[in-house]
Structure formats: C-alpha cells, structure tokens
C-alpha cells in the first residue's frame, strides 16, 4: 500500500507543484493568506475532503475532514502558508502547505481500506500570531492521534527542539518639552527604553546559555529638539522550556519597572504576539518518520540530529497530541531559513522534488502509525509520560 501512496502523490505532482509555485509566487501575510487559503481549500474538495472555513474565527484557516468507514486513529497534516514582510516565502511555507496537502492525498488512496481519519489543518500566521496556538487552546487536537509536518531546508535533520518564546511589546509616556530651551520640565519616554536595554544586557549574563532575548525600538520620539513624551519598544523572549521562559519574563518586566522608576516614564507592557511553547517532539514516531525516509533512499548519515531553528506554535500542539516537526531537503546549496538566496532557491525545480518527497514520507508515516498497534501504542505511551501530566495553555 505504501507504494500506492506514492504512486498516488506522483499521480498528482503536476498539480501540487504548480499550487505551491502559485502560492510561492503570491506571498501573503499571516491572518491575509486568502489566496493561499482558498486554493488549498478548492485542491482538498476536489480531492474529496469535507472542508470547514473559516475555523475559530480565523477567515484564512480551514480544516479538511475525510473518515473512513473502517474506524481508526485519527492523523493530522499541517499546513502553513503565511510569507515573510519583503522577502515573502523564505521560510518555505509555500512548500510545507503543499506537502502537508499532498501526503493527505496519499493516504486517501488507501485509508478507507485501512481506517482511521485525516484531518488537513490550515494554520495561518506561524510567523506572527500563530493559530495552532488557537486551535490548541481549542482543543481541536485533544482526539488527534499524530500530528505532522515537515519543514524545508537545507539539510535533513530529524524532528528535534524548539524555544518557548513570549513576544512582549513596552510602551513608556513621559512629559514633552523642548529639549534645548527647557528638558528639565520633560520625561523622557526615549531614556526609559535605552535603559531598558541597557538593563537587559546586564541581565544576559544571568542567565542560563539556552536563553534569548532580542527586541527593537519601534517608537524612539519625533524630533530631536522636544523631549519624547512617548516611546516603545518590542522583545522576543525564549528559552528552551515554558518555565524558565516564564521566569526570565518576570525578570525582564522587572528591569522594565526599573528603568520606569529611573526617568519617571509610565510604564505600559503587553503580548503583543502569541506565546509559543517549546516543541516535545514524540521520538517513537520521529524514528518512524527517520525510517521511512531512509526507505526512500535518504542514507541516515545525511539526516541529521534535530537542532533548535527558534520558536514555533507547533510545540502548543505537542502539549495537546503527540507531534513532529522534522526538517527536509529541498536546496543543496548552504543557505538558512528566512534569506532572500533560501526563498529563490525554493522556487526551483529542486525544492519542488524535496516538497514531493516530503509528502510521500509523511503519508507513510501516517500509514505506519493507523496500520502498526504496537507503534501506536509506543508513541500513546511517550506523550503520557512526558507530555500529558504537564500541559500548558497559556
């Protein structure tokens, strides 16, 4: 059956190539991915699947539904398609929509003599606010078995880490004035945020290697002769875990206080993006995955050991449902995620094959995890022991 999958994605590469070079070529923003959203939508009816749009309130996302007759356990493809602000798809996701896509097509082609159910979840705005978060907290993976997906790259690696990640944004008011005829009836918001800075750099040293902290003013005042009376910043704040990221982002507010009291600033703070946990990644069925790969001729020594890439709202689904996030091969020159030269080259001929590869791979593993009770039940038990007594929803 699995040379069936493939078969059955080969059957259909013409088309799911030319929807993600259609996607690839029309980059949107997360929560805008409208025409993204709307051909993956129209490819899953086509295909047979019960579509429904938008979910949750989120008008870009969707979830398409195919049961089986035969029951079974229920296995979930992720899709993502938001693009990156000016250099649109650098990330790939106009790859990793396609391949979550294209696995389910796969499957389809044997699932109603297997059993069990696909459910192709559309994500908007990984990048941003991501809606796996929201459809976590949900709980629309609470009765899903697996969730997968791939991510395109320029190595092989397995499905690995990920960093919990808060995003907060800092505001500071202070008091106007003209700053060469009378500072001293001002407050300057600006000093509070270069204080805030300042205060943070000294906290680094403090704090554990796997942690990180990067922001950006986005307001630093209007002219350079009046006090600001406004100014605000934005930070990224991440660890390798939900509960130290928790504690380092009680330490950072208290630096912010600080540099409040300091100038005399009001201080203003918020989320202004989701919160992300750190991915669990499920080893039994991340060595399913290795192993289907390898069968598809990937030598092991090419697939590497999984790294930490940043943050992603997939580790809010491995709160919820056992999940893997490994990394594929679609470029073969050395080029990282979110560059100009890794966006053209997943535009080619190459990373289209990676793509297809990558669907097939996922497709099989799903067949492994709905055909293999031992399996299911080896990756039923990790996520019990490591995950479930510990779910985060924040």
Known sequence: MKER?????????????????YIG?????????????????????????????????????FLGTYRAAKPGPTVAFLCEY???????????HHLICVMGLGAAIGLKSVIDEIGGEIRVYGTPAEETKGAKVTMSAAGLFDDVDVALMAHPYYAYEKSGESLAMDALRFEYTGKAAHAAASPYEGVNALDAVLLLFQSIGALRQQLRSHARIHGIITHGGKAPNIIPDYAAAEFYIRSANRPYTDEVVQKVLRCAEG??????AALKWSNYEYSYDELNTNQALSAAF???????GVPESEIGTGQDHGSLDLGNVSRHCPAIHPYIKVVDERHLLHTVEFRDLAMQPRAFEGMLLGAKVLAQTAYDVITDPALLSAIREEFARKVKGSVHTG
Do not use: Y
């Open 259 to 264: 540099a409040a009291l300091q100038t005399g």
């Open 25 to 61: 070529d029309h980059p949107e923003l997360g929560n805008e991915e409208w025409k993204a959203s709307a051909r993956l939508v129209e490819a899953l009816k086509n295909s047979g699947f019960e579509v429904q749009t938008p979910v949750l309130d989120l008008p870009t996302a």
């Open 290 to 296: 290795t192993a289907n790969l390898t069968a598809m």
């Open 5 to 21: 999958i493939q078969s059955t994605i080969d059957s259909h590469a013409g088309e799911l190539t030319g929807l993600s070079r």
């Open 82 to 92: 938001d693009a990156l602000p000016e250099i649109g798809h650098a990330c790939g």
